[in-house]
């Protein structure tokens, strides 16, 4: 075991406390990264409020990029000295989901609380996510990595461990969009720019984004959106149509946890349109459309868990479009922290217009 400086969640909705942790060597199939950059996601502030329930004290954090700096047997061909994005996709890769090209949804079970991970005296403490990035260094799979370029920076590249694969991967794989298409993204934040950026990429015709103010409007147009509607409007739907010729959308990306965005996206799509579920509401929430309207319209409303990503497959391609020009990764960038300011990132992320904060490990 070694130590290692943590940002351990102690109480949900309390700040992290920076603490010195146990961490394991790697066992078999498993490699030890010491980490650049972690990105701060929704879904770790989602995870601390205790909204998802789990296991604590716990490690958060799973937008990861580092160097690997030791393996355990069989890792393929990873080594030491590799710079890799971690990502939270711990797939087995044998199991039904996994064997039939969906290792998101893998089957098999992790124990996150037998873990790596222990507290400095010893106990428990649970790997959140598989990941527990919010740390020095982390144990993972060696399914959960990707390798990177040397010359590629990592707090570029951590963002394509969940946001840029998620939103990108939604609009690609999940929606599946051919070119002229027209798609609704709801939220522009982290997730939605990267979902705008994806429809862009799939070539649709017009992308409409819906966000609560004009200054997420407008940088939704800097990403790739050619239209804004303000959800604030009433029925914003009907905005939505003008902007798209007077049809609804082939596909609309709900990419916030927000119920009020899951009862109102049906409302958007055209004939034949597909709703892809992508924010996570809070554990209990429910959503409520009108089964007619869909059974008659051959609607269709689908979930998709990080961007039903193969990241072996969908990683490396990425990272080729950033360096052609053509995936913005840079600008999605609003802000660069320490880990002991990981609290203060915390809540610029929850209450500021930021996109994502990144927490610098060498800034420590
Ligand atoms: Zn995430
Ligand atoms: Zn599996």
Redesign the pocket.
């Known amino acids: 075991m070694q130590t290692i400086k943590a940002a351990v969640c102690r109480a949900f909705s309390e700040l992290l406390v920076i603490e010195d942790v146990l961490i394991a060597p790697p066992g078999t199939g498993e490699v030890e990264v010491t980490l650049d950059a972690v990105a701060i996601?929704h879904?770790d502030i989602t995870f601390a409020s205790g909204a998802w329930g789990g296991h604590l004290p716990a490690v958060y954090g799973?937008?990861a990029a580092g160097i690997i700096t030791a393996t355990g047997d069989a890792v393929g061909d990873f080594k030491v000295g590799d710079p890799v994005v971690v990502t939270l996709i711990r797939a087995c890769g044998s199991c039904p989901s996994c064997a039939g090209g969906q290792p998101t949804i893998c089957e098999t079970p992790y124990d996150t609380v037998n873990g790596p991970l222990r507290t400095a005296d010893g106990g428990p403490l649970e790997q959140a996510m598989a990941c527990g990035a919010f740390a020095e260094k982390v144990v993972v799979s060696h399914r959960q990595i990707v390798k990177i370029p040397e010359t590629m920076p990592k707090d570029v590249a951590s963002l394509l461990s969940?946001?840029v694969i998620t939103g990108v991967g939604a609009a690609v794989n999940a929606a599946k969009l051919r070119p002229g298409q027209d798609v609704v993204v709801i939220g522009a934040g982290g997730v939605g720019l990267n979902a705008i950026q994806g429809a862009r990429l799939a070539g649709a015709r017009r992308i409409v984004a819906v966000d609560m103010t004009e200054e997420k409007l407008e940088i939704a147009k800097e990403f790739g959106a050619t239209h804004g509607v303000l959800a604030s409007l009433d029925q914003p739907w009907k905005a939505a149509f003008k902007a798209l010729g007077g049809r609804g959308a082939d596909a609309v990306l709900i990419t916030v946890g927000a119920i009020p965005a899951y009862d109102q996206a049906p409302r958007y799509l055209g004939r034949g349109g597909k709703a892809i579920m992508i924010g996570m509401p809070h554990s209990g929430a429910m959503s409520t459309y009108e089964p007619v309207v869909l059974a008659a319209l051959g609607q269709g409303v689908v979930g998709s868990k990080m961007g039903d990503v193969v990241i072996q497959r969908d990683i490396p391609w990425m990272i080729d479009l950033y360096e052609q020009g053509r995936l913005k990764l840079d600008e999605l960038i609003s802000g660069r922290w320490s880990l002991d300011q990981i609290n203060e990132a915390i809540e610029d992320t929850k209450t500021g217009s930021a996109k994502r904060n990144v927490i610098l490990f060498d800034k420590s």
Request: hydrophobic share 0%.
């Open positions: 996601c879904s799973h937008e969940c946001g």
